[in-house]
């Protein structure tokens, strides 16, 4: 029994990380309808970000993960301005290739920076071991995963609905044309969703070196579950993708744990059958047009 | 004149050979004379070629985007390891078809699956399922041999008669072979009215439809038959090379591919055959200059060839061959860029 509860804790710890890895793609991918495939790579530029600055020039783990996010966003939108924003409007197979691309660069690039061996970040003692809650183990790493991606979640959700930003960036999403005739900057709406998205991604990937760990290779090991998230999601709100990480987390951790042998087995057979009976995701409105 | 029988007299003129063609085979086959110490690096670009001329037909004539084509190249490449290492079809030439055939009957499983929903789903769905077989390979590993392959396969001679040698110049005329004949059924299949009627659904195929185009049945059926090209070119992998390994399920294998295909040019054959000599030259050059970051310059050259187009590309490289054809045959002779893609 307490095991079950610890499995289903850590799952959610999972499921809370994959949505703050990719809930920037939702937005590109989701929303903006191109299609980012090297979205982990920006994921993979904060770890690395946070790991030197906290293995190797002593920061504070704490100061260190804002840094994280602002220098995955300053990649993102130097990027956006220079590259991606020429390919929006091109096909599916340009976009695909372009994003390929990068993302081979991005693993040749850290590669060649800092080695091809795994990374971990020096956690503070506080954040090490687990407690008992009731007789059931709670790691206190995934704690605080948990705490600070559930108040994201919620901020998200908030700036999405209530802000004016927020309802700028649904309505260039939903219309660009009509959104630009309403005086909104549609490219500079989406060069900063683009950029928060990469932002988020970059933090995700701090926080994920000590649970997945941290390699050269994380664009292409954790590709196919940001798309995972997104295509099952869906996009016609935060909640789908939300949903769908918890779902693929739980799925992962439980997955891993009660049948070891299957390995990724599982999580890709429930993704093809998703996809089959959905073919635009478990919630909501299809996420290419 | 009719405007159907124009467009049935420019499909004929299309379909007929040309020079230039016969003079690329022969230059291929010349090759296989004249470099005597390459064989190895050859057999591997006619693999690369077959494996590319077979996304081709999906994606340059059918528009179908695939991130997973690796899938059917891995089973045929198991599939020809495990009939040479069981002993259970000696004959190379046999085991290459039956291989292909049971990468065949996985591409028309999942084809149905792949018709479904749009380029996203079809890009998941294809890589899913590149994912969920090598997953599989790794489970059952007392058949596969997991991360270490399948070890110890032994190639009988073709036809009883003509056993592969050390230096692969078997293999590579072999393999010579295999292609060109895959290559004269694609011709084949491409030039025909069933060839014609998947352009018109890359083109749109909600028009195509409207036409009285069976659209799912033709995307199933070339889907199908591309997954049997690539179940050859795997199981010609495994015959040359006597390895089959994990990786060739791996995602960098259908990327690659891409790249491959992309190089040469979509929607006209010898776009794949083209592209596999020139990634490979590629590769060779970056590995010389750098061992072991050669994938940051091959991503470096995909960004490239996308962000100046596609189009464009082509058209810069054909200039000068249709400087020469002009001069020579006169202002109509030219060689055309090949078509735009999905």
């Keep these: 029994m307490?095991?079950?509860?610890?499995?289903?804790?850590?799952?959610?710890?999972?499921?809370?990380?994959?949505?703050?890895?990719?809930?920037?793609?939702?937005?590109?991918?989701?929303?903006?309808?191109?299609?980012?495939?090297?979205?982990?790579?920006f994921a993979m530029a904060g770890g690395y970000v946070c790991m030197v600055l906290v293995n190797r020039m002593g920061w504070p783990f704490f100061a260190a993960l804002p840094l994280a996010f602002v220098s995955s966003a300053a990649i993102g939108i130097v990027l956006e301005r220079t590259l991606y924003r020429h390919l929006y409007t091109r096909s599916h197979l340009d976009q695909v290739l372009f994003t390929i691309g990068l993302t081979f660069m991005s693993v040749a690039a850290v590669d060649y920076i800092q080695g091809s061996s795994r990374v971990f970040i020096n956690l503070p003692a506080a954040l090490q071991g687990q407690f008992d809650l009731f007789g059931v183990g709670i790691g206190r790493y995934r704690l605080m995963i948990i705490v600070i991606c559930g108040l994201l979640t919620i901020a998200l959700q908030m700036v999405l609905a209530k802000t004016r930003f927020g309802s700028r960036l649904r309505a260039a999403v939903d219309d660009p044309r009509a959104a630009s005739g309403f005086g909104i900057n549609v490219p500079q709406v989406f060069a900063f969703t683009f950029a928060f998205g990469c932002g988020l991604a970059g933090l995700g990937g701090a926080l994920s070196a000590e649970i997945v760990g941290l390699d050269p290779?994380?664009?292409?090991?954790?590709?196919?579950?940001?798309?995972?998230?997104?295509?099952?999601?869906?996009?016609?709100?935060?909640?789908?993708?939300?949903?769908?990480?918890?779902?693929?987390?739980?799925?992962?951790?439980?997955g891993k744990y009660y049948v070891p042998k299957m390995g990724p087995f599982v999580i890709y057979t429930i993704m093809i059958v998703i996809l089959i009976w959905r073919p635009n995701g478990l919630f909501g409105r299809t996420a290419a047009r | 004149m009719s405007a159907s029988s124009d467009v049935g007299y420019h499909a004929q003129r299309q379909a007929r050979w040309h020079y230039g063609e016969a003079a690329f085979w022969l230059i291929v086959l010349a090759c296989g004379f004249v470099f005597p110490s390459r064989y190895l690096i050859m057999t591997d670009i006619l693999r690369l070629a077959l494996f590319a001329m077979s996304l081709d037909l999906i994606l340059g004539y059918a528009g179908i985007v695939s991130l997973g084509h690796a899938a059917f190249f891995g089973v045929g490449a198991y599939a020809a390891g495990l009939l040479a290492l069981h002993g259970i079809i000696n004959e190379p030439v046999l085991a290459l078809v039956v291989a292909g055939l049971v990468a065949m009957v996985l591409?028309?499983?999942?084809?149905?699956?792949?018709?479904?929903?749009?380029?996203?789903?079809?890009?998941?769905?294809?890589?899913?399922i590149a994912l969920l077989l090598e997953a599989l390979a790794e489970r059952f590993s007392n058949i596969t041999g997991g991360t270490d392959g399948l070890q110890?396969?032994?190639?009988?001679?073709?036809?009883?008669?003509?056993?592969?040698?050390?230096?692969?110049?078997?293999?590579?005329?072999?393999?010579?072979?295999?292609?060109?004949?895959?290559?004269?059924?694609?011709?084949?299949?491409?030039?025909?009215?069933?060839?014609?009627?998947?352009?018109?659904?890359?083109?749109?195929?909600?028009?195509?439809?409207?036409?009285?185009?069976?659209?799912?049945?033709?995307?199933?059926?070339?889907?199908?038959?591309?997954?049997?090209?690539?179940?050859?070119?795997?199981?010609?992998?495994?015959?040359?090379?006597?390895?089959?390994?994990?990786?060739?399920?791996?995602?960098?294998?259908?990327?690659?591919?891409?790249?491959?295909?992309?190089?040469?040019?979509?929607?006209?054959?010898?776009?794949?055959?083209?592209?596999?000599?020139?990634?490979?030259?590629?590769?060779?050059?970056?590995?010389?200059?750098?061992?072991?970051?050669?994938?940051?310059?091959?991503?470096l050259v995909l960004v490239a060839i996308v962000l100046i187009g596609r189009q464009r590309l082509h058209r810069w490289m054909l200039y000068v061959p249709n400087l020469v054809i002009r001069q020579i045959a006169g202002r109509k002779a030219v060689v055309a860029a090949p078509e735009s893609d999905a």
């Design chain 2, 107 to 128: 591409g028309f499983a999942t084809s149905f699956l792949v018709i479904r929903g749009v380029d996203l789903t079809r890009l998941m769905v294809t890589l899913g």
């Design chain 1, 2 to 41: 307490t095991s079950i509860l610890t499995n289903l804790f850590d799952g959610v710890a999972y499921g809370m990380l994959l949505f703050v890895l990719a809930c920037g793609l939702a937005v590109t991918l989701g929303l903006m309808n191109f299609v980012n495939l090297a979205h982990g790579a």
């Design chain 1, 217 to 254: 290779y994380f664009p292409l090991k954790f590709m196919i579950y940001f798309l995972i998230v997104v295509t099952v999601g869906g996009s016609s709100s935060i909640t789908g993708p939300f949903l769908a990480s918890l779902l693929l987390g739980i799925a992962d951790v439980a």
């Design chain 2, 152 to 299: 110890g396969i032994e190639m009988q001679p073709i036809f009883g008669e003509i056993p592969f040698d050390m230096f692969g110049k078997t293999g590579f005329f072999y393999s010579l072979a295999v292609l060109f004949l895959l290559f004269l059924f694609a011709r084949r299949v491409v030039h025909s009215p069933f060839g014609l009627s998947l352009r018109a659904i890359k083109n749109n195929p909600l028009r195509a439809a409207a036409i009285g185009i069976p659209v799912n049945r033709r995307l199933i059926a070339i889907y199908t038959l591309a997954a049997f090209y690539a179940g050859i070119a795997g199981a010609l992998f495994t015959q040359t090379t006597a390895i089959a390994s994990l990786d060739v399920f791996a995602f960098e294998r259908s990327a690659d591919l891409m790249l491959v295909l992309v190089i040469g040019g979509t929607g006209y054959l010898y776009g794949g055959l083209i592209g596999a000599v020139l990634f490979r030259m590629l590769q060779e050059l970056f590995s010389t200059i750098t061992p072991q970051y050669w994938q940051f310059w091959i991503g």
